[in-house]
C-alpha cells in the first residue's frame, strides 16, 4: 500500500534517519512513537507529500487516499460545524455532483459512440464515489460528529463560535468523515474527554476499513488500538510487533541485548589493542601485529545509543496538613447566560476531603469538572456555599490556564526565581533540571515554549514550593507517555492530598483511591478506585 525504502532525511547537520524503511499495508493499525524531534511529524509529512526525502523511495498504490489529522487545523470560518466536517470530502462532493450531471446526460439523444464513453466515465467515477463511501457521507459525518461529542443541536453553529479544543474534534471528525484508505493520526486524544476516547476506539474497531498510522500520548488507546509499533529514534526506524506494552518490554531487552554484545566488543577490542601496543615494536611479531590491526579496522562499531531524556519529578516533603483538607458545605455554581439566566454547574456540594486522599474528578465534557475544581483553589468563588480550607493547607493549582498566565517575556530560570526568591542559582538549575531544561535551555523565553514545555514550568513552579495539596486539572495533557508515568509514580508516591481531572484512564486507574462524578449538576462520591467506580456505574471497564 505504501512502501517507504531506504529514506534519508535531515535538516541541516540533523540526521532524523538514515536508510530507514518500513511499510503501511492494508487494514494494520500501527502506533508510531519516539522522543520529541525524533521526527515521527516529518514522517507525516513525507508520506503526505509535504516534504520530500533526501534519498530513498516512497511508493503508494494507485487510487490510495490519505487523511491526515495534525495538532494545527488551520483557519476555520464561514461554515458551519457540519459543513466543515463535509468540506474535507470535497472531491466525494464533487463526484455526487459530477455523477448527477452524468445521468442527467444519458436522457439526452447521442450516438452510440458518445453513450458508450459517458458510461465508461460513469462507472469509473461510480466505482470511485462508491469507494469513497459517497452514500452514507451525510450520515457518517453527523455520525462521527456525534460520537466526538457535538450532538445534532450544535450542528448548524458557526465554527467561530467553537472553542480552539472543540475545533480540534470537528478538524478530526472531518479526517474521520474522508474515510481514507490510510489514516495518519497525530495525538487524536489530546483534546478528548474519556467518553470520546472510548467511542474513537470503538469506531476504528467497528467501521474503519482503511489502514491507520497515529501517535498518541494515552496509552490505553495506544494498547487497545494498535497491532505494531514503529519507532524513530537514533536516526533509525525499527518495527516492533505488538502493543505499547508489548514495545517498552521489548526494546528493554533488545537494548539490554545491545549493551552486553557492546561490552563483549570492547573487551575483544582492548585484548586485541593490548596486543598491538605490546608487540609493535617487536619485528618477529610485525605480521600478527599487521593482521590484527586490519582485523580491528574492518570490525563494525555497536554504537549504544543515548538514553532518552525524561522527567524527573520528585515531590520534596510537604509539610503535614490538618486531617480535614477541605471541607465543604451546600457548595454551588452556576454561571451567568448573555440572556441574564443562571446556568447551574453544580449544587448542595457537602461533604469533607480527608489527607492523602488521591481523588479523580470525573464526568463527561462541560459537566463542570474544572469548574469544580476552580472553585476548590480558590480561583472563581462559589455562587452558593462554603469551601473551607483546613490546618495548615497549603494549596498548589495546576490547569491549562495557568500556562497562558505565565509572563511570556520572562525566561525559564526567571520565572521559577519569581515563585522562590531565596534560592540559589543551584538550586534552581537542579529544579530545572529535573524537568528537562538545562545548560542554555534556562534562558529560554515563556512565548518561544511548547505547549509541553509550559506544562513542565508550571509542574516544576508547584514543586518550588512546600505544597501539600495539589488541585491538578489536566497536568498530563501535553506529556509524551514515558513523562507520565513519572509524573504517576510521583503523585503515587507524594505524601500529600491529590484531587485531579485526567482523561488518562492508565494514570486514573493506578492512582486514584475515590472518585467524584459530577453528573447534570449531581455529585456523587464512590469510595473507591477507578475500577470499582466503572464497576458501579456500569459502565464498561475500560
Known sequence: MIHLSNITKQYGSQVLFREASFQILPGTRTGLVGPNGAGKTSLFRIITGEEEVDAGDITLAKKTSVGYFSQTVGEMKGRSALEEVMAVSAETVRLAGELKKMEEQMGEPMSDDDMAALLERYGVA???????????????????????????????????????????????????????????????????????????????????????????????????????????????????????????????????????????????????????????????????????????????????????????????????????????????????????????????????????????????????????????????????????????????????????????????????????????IGVIRNLLGSFLFQGDDVDKRVEMLSGGEKSRVVLATLLARPVNFLVLDEPTNHLDIRSREILLDALANFSGTVILVSHDRHFLRLLVDRVIEVDHGEMRLYEGNYDYYLSKTHHTVH
Not at 469548574?371 to 462554603?386: D, R, S, W
Open 126 to 424: 461510480m466505482e470511485e464515489f462508491e469507494h469513497r463511501g459517497g452514500y452514507d457521507l451525510d450520515s457518517r459525518a453527523q455520525e462521527v460528529l456525534t460520537g466526538l461529542g457535538i450532538g445534532p443541536d450544535r450542528f448548524h453553529n458557526p465554527v467561530e463560535s467553537f472553542s480552539g479544543g472543540w475545533r480540534m474534534r470537528i478538524a478530526l471528525a472531518g479526517i474521520l468523515t474522508l474515510c481514507p484508505d490510510v489514516l495518519l493520526l497525530d495525538e487524536p486524544t489530546n483534546h478528548l474527554d474519556v467518553e470520546s476516547i472510548i467511542w474513537l476506539e470503538e469506531w476504528i474497531a467497528s467501521e474503519f476499513k482503511g489502514a491507520l498510522l497515529m501517535t498518541s500520548h494515552d496509552r490505553d488507546f495506544m494498547n487497545r488500538v494498535v497491532g505494531r509499533i514503529i519507532e524513530v529514534a537514533n536516526k533509525t526506524i525499527t518495527t516492533y510487533g505488538g502493543n505499547y506494552d508489548f514495545y517498552e518490554k521489548e526494546r528493554d531487552i533488545r537494548r539490554e541485548q545491545l549493551l552486553a554484545s557492546y561490552k563483549r566488543q570492547q573487551e575483544m577490542l582492548a585484548k586485541e589493542e593490548d596486543f598491538i601496543a605490546r608487540f609493535a615494536a617487536r619485528a618477529s611479531h610485525a605480521a600478527q601485529v599487521q593482521s590484527r590491526v586490519k582485523k580491528i579496522d574492518k570490525i563494525e562499531r555497536i554504537e549504544i545509543p543515548p538514553e532518552e531524556k525524561v522527567v524527573r519529578f520528585v515531590f520534596n516533603e510537604p509539610p503535614r496538613s490538618g486531617d480535614d483538607v477541605v471541607a465543604m458545605d451546600k457548595l454551588a455554581k452556576s454561571w451567568q447566560n448573555p440572556d441574564g439566566s443562571e446556568h447551574p454547574i453544580f449544587s448542595g456540594v457537602t461533604g469533607v476531603i480527608k489527607r492523602l486522599s488521591k481523588i479523580a474528578v470525573v464526568g463527561v465534557n462541560g459537566a463542570g469538572k474544572s469548574t469544580f475544581l476552580k472553585v476548590l483553589a480558590g480561583q472563581t468563588e462559589p455562587t452558593a456555599g462554603n469551601v473551607t480550607l483546613g490546618a495548615n493547607v497549603e494549596l498548589g493549582y495546576f490547569s491549562q490556564h495557568a500556562m497562558e498566565v505565565l509572563d511570556p517575556k520572562k525566561t525559564i530560570f526567571e520565572t521559577l526565581q519569581d515563585v522562590m526568591p531565596t534560592a540559589t
